[in-house]
């Protein structure tokens, strides 16, 4: 008796936790005699029929593994070529696939539930370091990268405490702070700024004042890359990327901590250095939380099928691993809140 078939992808930016829930997909669809038929780079594989094996074999020991064994990209079907839906929808005959996962974040989501809307049997696993996608109060990726800026920020203190330095920590995050707020809360920011709520020059010299006042010659500035600032003038300041938008028309952000540490050194005199964490938030072994949030989101995700429960992802959700409508994961993105800010700026200066 031949067994069904499902396919797995991974989207968007790498990070840990990718290939324990890859792990998870292969481990609980066998037990119910399911075969997984992976898809290499992202939503590319499906649209150039590009897969790989996954059995038991392969994934014995990816629980330890940062990134993912299929690769990732941004590719977008829904931009460019016309017929790359046609072919997604060929490529699951073709390999005979009864449904199949799709683990990313908000713009790998988006195209789910688009394909999903047409027809398509698909299950989301949400994946992004930002924490950012809505109906879920966890995202995998996300502990990980919160530990590795937590440990950067740690050793940064070292530096800066020993030459009286305030020192920037450019830290990822489009439109949402979360990691931000979680890295600067745990690694003792004295100033944590986020995309949320802009603040002007005065609030931060303010505050960099407030920690020396009190003896404290140095200080840890956490700022997400898509912060803005309020100039002299009122008006916004953001770092410009001259890099070309990716298939989703984001630009790769950074240097709004170099920005800062320029306005700082002419508005305080003072020894400010900046440095960006950038794709070393995505690298690494995932942490014990996210291996088992991420195994955890993979075996929901596979009972989703076997109980022909589709247009689902599987979310951590009011502390229980649930299943929430791809429409709800992508209907919106989750934003630091006003409470929890104000909960970041509790020990500010």
Known sequence: ??????????????????????????????????????????WAGPIQGHTMPLSLDHIDEILLEGGTILGSSRTNPYKGDPSHIQSIKDNIKKFNLRALVAIGGEDTMGVAHKLSQEGLLIVGIPKTIDNDLDATDMTLGFPSAVQVACESMDRLRSTARSHDRIIIVEIMGRHAGWLTAYSGIAGGADVILVPEFSQNLD?????????????????????????????????????????????FGHVALGGIGDLLQTMLKERTGRDVRSVVLGHTQRGGSPTAMDRVLSTALGVEAVKCIVEKDYGKMAALKEGRISRVSLQEGVGR?????????????????
């Open 333 to 349: 993105l989750k934003t630091l809140s006003q409470e929890f800010y104000d909960f970041s700026q509790l020990f500010r200066g």
């Open 1 to 42: 008796m031949s067994r069904d078939k499902i396919g797995v992808l991974t989207g968007g930016g790498d990070c840990p936790g990718l290939n324990p829930a890859i792990r998870a997909v292969v481990r609980m669809a066998d037990r119910h005699q399911i075969d997984v038929v992976g898809f290499k780079k992202g």
């Open 203 to 247: 609030f931060i010299c303010e505050s960099l004042e407030s920690v020396k006042n009190r003896g404290k010659n140095y200080a840890l500035i956490a700022i997400a890359e898509g912060t803005k600032i309020i100039g002299d003038d009122g008006k916004e300041i953001l770092s410009q990327s001259k890099a070309p938008v990716d298939a």
